[in-house]
Structure formats: C-alpha cells, structure tokens
C-alpha cells in the first residue's frame, strides 16, 4: 500500500470533519427524496444505531474490547451505523440518483464512524499503527563523533545550541541495515526519534528512552515524538533519543513481556540486544544511569517488569496507564501458554514481586513515573498499587492523575507530558524545578 496513505494524520487532521459533513447531507437528501416514507426511514437507522449502541454497551464487560470503551466510541460507532442504515435504505430505491446518493452516505457514513472511534480512543494516528505495520521512511544515523560523555548529569548547564539547528526532531524506521537484531522474537520494525539537539555537528552525548506502545498496537512513535518535542523547544533542542521498539510482534499477540517458547525471547529482545545496538549505533551517554524503560498500557506493564529486573540497564520508569502486571487482562490463558500452568512463576513476574524480592538499596538513585487517566478505573488501581510497591522497593517514585481521561490517547498525552517533565532534570536536560 502507498506510504503515503498508511502515513496520512488520521485523528489531527480535518478527514473526520469532511466524512461528517457528507454523511449527514447524504442523510438529509435521502430523507428529502423520500417524501412519502422519510419518518419511516429515518426510524429504520436510528433504531439500527441505537441496537449498535446497545450491543457495544452490553459487551464492554466481558472483555470483548480489549479493555474499558470510551463512552465516545460507542456513540461514535452508532451515529456511524444510523446513517450508513439510511444510505442503504437509499440505495435500494429508484430513482439511480438516489441510490448514488445513497451509496455516498454508506461510505461517508462508515468512514465517519470508523474515524470517530479511532479518535476516542486518541492512540493510532495512522493507518499503519491500525495496521500494525511500518510505514515511515528508513532512518539514516547521524555519525558517531567523539562525544564527551562526563557530567551528563550538567548537560542542561554546558550545553549552548548552534545557529541553524533544527526546530524539530525526526521519525524514521529503523529498518534495512538500519534494524536492531532481534534475536528469536519475530519484532517488527523500531522507530527513531532524533531530537533537534541530535541533528547538529558533534552532537552531545544524550539520554536513551526506550519506550513502548500498547496491544494492539505497533512501534508508532506519533504520541512520543510530539510530546518529546515540545520538551525540546522548552529546552534548547534538547530531549532523550527514543526508540519505540516493537514488545508483541503483531497486533493481536501478548507475549506478556517473558521469553517463551510459544512467543520467543521478547525480554531479551528489549533488556539486551536493543540496549547493545544503541550504545554502538546512537550518540547516546553510556552511562546507564541516564536511560530510561518507558511505556503505554500494555507498553507500560513491560516497562515495569523491566526496569524493576535489570536496574543496572534502565535507571528509570516511565508507566504511563501501564497493566498492574503483565497477562493481567488474561491471567489463565498467560498461566498456561507462557508458564506452562506454573501459577507461581507467574506470581514471582509481577513487577511489584520482583520489587518486593530486590535487596535493599537495588533502586537507589532510580526514579519510576506512573501516570493514569483519573476515570480509567481498570487500570488506575494498577498504577497506583505499582507506585506504591516502587516506593516501598526504594524508588523515588511520581505519580499524576489526567484528570477526565480514561484509558484513552489523553492519558497517554497527559502522562507522557508530566513524564517526560519530570524526567528531564533527572536526566540532565532541564534545571531541577524550582
């Protein structure tokens, strides 16, 4: 499929609107055109909408979604069906006007609500992240100069921006000769960002955030660049180098974050080979202390259990609307085929477990960030529970709560602008808040 259409903005841009538009004048000129039956007609969609409504309601506990619906994707999703019934109604009576019209409204119609719900969820902003597939152009990495890296802690201090650099980062696939090896885990493509200060002659040696997204979902690194780059623009061009790296290997798969024989070695993936490719291919700062395991939902679960297991690699955690624990939403099916039925294993996996196990002082100096939607009563509790295990382990721990946002793309926006702030004196790039 052209780049070009997988790319193309689909929440940020005025496509909605235009389908809006055209499905409800295709509405109204079906309703017109039928002078002897428009009631009729229109009681035909708005009882097809609302038993959409209905149904979607009636399903959301049993799980059926993947986790909690936003009221507006229901609503969405109803409007979308009401008017599509009406188009069809169209399309099925004479005269060919009519039904040409009629066929206009079913597509505008369907499109709309098919937007609708994608934008109230806020997450995927393209068609490839729906897809789950890569669609941006490969990445060329800046040469690797002889960077200082002492002191990164002072990077804020030392640090003046040259005349010419970029106002914004860069996105771009890590893919071709460009790719992470990703050992036995079917990974699908990375991305990369490079902050305006990465874009310059001998660059400064920056922080590493490793960050990833939800399931479904893919490595799209959309909601990270915009938030990362308005921390940039606040601070001389300066922000992590991020790479959004792939945990599930296609949309529909949950390989909870565990090497396993059914999904393979994801944790290796993430925890060894990504690091091990970024510190000889980026000009990040070696020391570890400076990089950062991030996520988002299912992203974030990961990104708990691996910050809480490998604190010599992952100095800090970014959870934002993250799992309590990995397989959470499907414990007995994780039990069985990841654990191979050991209960305990999967107990003894649960990032709280590995925190509460860890000696004393394992997190001293590491900081863990947990931000949820301030309505998203599935996984808040979660979040919550997991802060408190990281304070009790050690960590210095922050919290924030998006006010009015459930489990949506304005929590993940919300967190990851908290996050990113918080983290940025953390890691040497903003003055501490006064």
Same mark, same amino acid.
């Given at each position: 499929?052209?780049?070009?259409?997988?790319?193309?903005?689909?929440?940020?841009?005025?496509?909605?609107?235009?389908?809006?538009?055209?499905?409800?004048?295709?509405?109204?000129?079906?309703?017109? &055109?039928?002078?002897?039956?428009?009631?009729?007609?229109?009681?035909?969609?708005?009882?097809?909408?609302?038993?959409?409504?209905?149904?979607?309601?009636?399903?959301?506990? #049993?799980?059926?979604?993947?986790?909690?619906?936003?009221?507006?994707?229901?609503? &969405?999703?109803? +409007?979308?069906?009401?008017?599509?019934?009406?188009?069809?109604?169209?399309?099925?009576?004479?005269?060919?006007?009519?039904?040409?019209?009629?066929?206009?409204?079913?597509?505008?119609?369907?499109?709309?609500?098919?937007?609708?719900?994608?934008?109230?969820?806020?997450?995927?902003?393209?068609?490839?992240?729906?897809?789950?597939?890569?669609?941006?152009?490969?990445?060329?990495?800046?040469?690797?100069?002889?960077?200082?890296?002492?002191?990164?802690?002072?990077?804020?201090?030392?640090?003046?921006?040259?005349? +010419?650099?970029?106002?914004?980062?860069?996105?771009?696939?890590?893919?071709?000769? $460009?790719?992470?090896?990703? +050992?036995?885990?079917?990974?699908?493509?990375?991305?990369?960002?490079?902050?305006?200060?990465?874009?310059?002659?001998?660059?400064?040696?920056?922080?590493? #955030?490793?960050?990833?997204?939800?399931?479904?979902?893919?490595?799209?690194?959309?909601? #990270?660049?915009?938030?990362?780059?308005?921390?940039?623009?606040?601070?001389?061009?300066?922000?992590?180098?991020?790479?959004?790296?792939?945990?599930?290997?296609?949309?529909?798969?949950?390989?909870?974050?565990?090497?396993?024989?059914?999904?393979?070695?994801?944790?290796?993936?993430?925890?060894?080979?990504?690091?091990? &490719?970024?510190?000889?291919?980026?000009?990040?700062?070696?020391?570890?202390?400076?990089?950062?395991?991030?996520?988002?939902?299912?992203?974030?679960?990961?990104?708990?259990?691996?910050?809480?297991?490998?604190?010599?690699? &992952?100095?800090?955690?970014?959870?934002?609307?993250?799992?309590?624990?990995?397989?959470?939403?499907?414990?007995?099916?994780?039990?069985?085929?990841?654990?191979?039925?050991?209960?305990?294993?999967?107990?003894?996996?649960?990032?709280?477990?590995?925190?509460?196990?860890?000696?004393?002082?394992?997190?001293?100096?590491?900081?863990?960030?947990?931000?949820?939607?301030?309505?998203?009563?599935?996984?808040?509790?979660?979040?919550?529970?997991?802060?408190?295990?990281?304070?009790?382990?050690?960590?210095?721990?922050?919290?924030?709560?998006?006010?009015?946002?459930?489990?949506?793309?304005?929590?993940?926006?919300?967190?990851? $602008?908290?996050?990113?702030?918080?983290?940025?004196?953390?890691?040497?790039?903003?003055?501490?808040?006064?």
């Amino acid at each position: 499929m052209n780049r070009f259409v997988l790319s193309f903005e689909l929440i940020d841009s005025p496509l909605l609107g235009v389908c809006v538009v055209v499905a409800v004048l295709g509405v109204v000129a079906v309703l017109v &055109w039928a002078p002897r039956r428009p009631v009729r007609t229109l009681v035909v969609g708005v009882a097809a909408g609302v038993s959409l409504y209905v149904v979607a309601v009636v399903l959301e506990p #049993l799980g059926v979604f993947e986790g909690p619906l936003p009221w507006g994707a229901a609503l &969405w999703g109803a +409007g979308g069906v009401a008017a599509a019934t009406v188009g069809a109604v169209g399309v099925c009576r004479p005269p060919w006007g009519r039904r040409l019209i009629g066929a206009a409204t079913v597509v505008a119609a369907l499109l709309a609500g098919a937007l609708g719900v994608n934008a109230s969820y806020g997450v995927t902003h393209t068609l490839a992240a729906i897809l789950g597939v890569q669609a941006l152009d490969p990445a060329t990495l800046p040469p690797q100069d002889d960077v200082a890296d002492s002191d990164p802690a002072l990077l804020y201090q030392r640090w003046q921006p040259p005349a +010419g650099m970029p106002s914004r980062g860069t996105v771009s696939a890590l893919t071709g000769d $460009t790719r992470i090896p990703t +050992g036995s885990f079917a990974a699908r493509d990375a991305s990369l960002y490079l902050p305006p200060a990465a874009l310059v002659p001998n660059p400064p040696a920056l922080p590493l #955030l490793v960050f990833m997204m939800g399931q479904p979902g893919s490595p799209d690194p959309t909601a #990270l660049a915009k938030s990362l780059d308005a921390f940039a623009a606040a601070n001389h061009g300066l922000a992590p180098i991020a790479i959004v790296v792939d945990q599930l290997s296609a949309p529909e798969k949950d390989p909870v974050c565990v090497d396993s024989a059914l999904y393979g070695a994801v944790s290796t993936y993430v925890t060894q080979l990504v690091p091990q &490719w970024a510190a000889h291919h980026l000009n990040v700062t070696q020391d570890h202390r400076f990089w950062t395991i991030g996520g988002f939902s299912n992203g974030g679960a990961c990104a708990a259990l691996y910050g809480a297991q490998h604190p010599t690699v &992952w100095g800090q955690i970014l959870d934002v609307s993250g799992n309590e624990f990995p397989g959470s939403e499907h414990v007995d099916e994780t039990v069985k085929d990841v654990y191979g039925g050991d209960a305990t294993a999967f107990a003894a996996a649960k990032p709280a477990s590995v925190m509460a196990a860890a000696p004393p002082g394992t997190y001293a100096g590491h900081t863990a960030i947990f931000t949820w939607g301030g309505e998203d009563t599935t996984y808040g509790p979660g979040q919550q529970s997991n802060a408190t295990a990281a304070q009790a382990a050690g960590f210095t721990t922050l919290t924030h709560v998006v006010d009015g946002t459930g489990h949506t793309g304005e929590a993940l926006d919300g967190g990851l $602008t908290f996050g990113i702030a918080a983290l940025g004196p953390v890691l040497g790039l903003a003055p501490p808040a006064s």
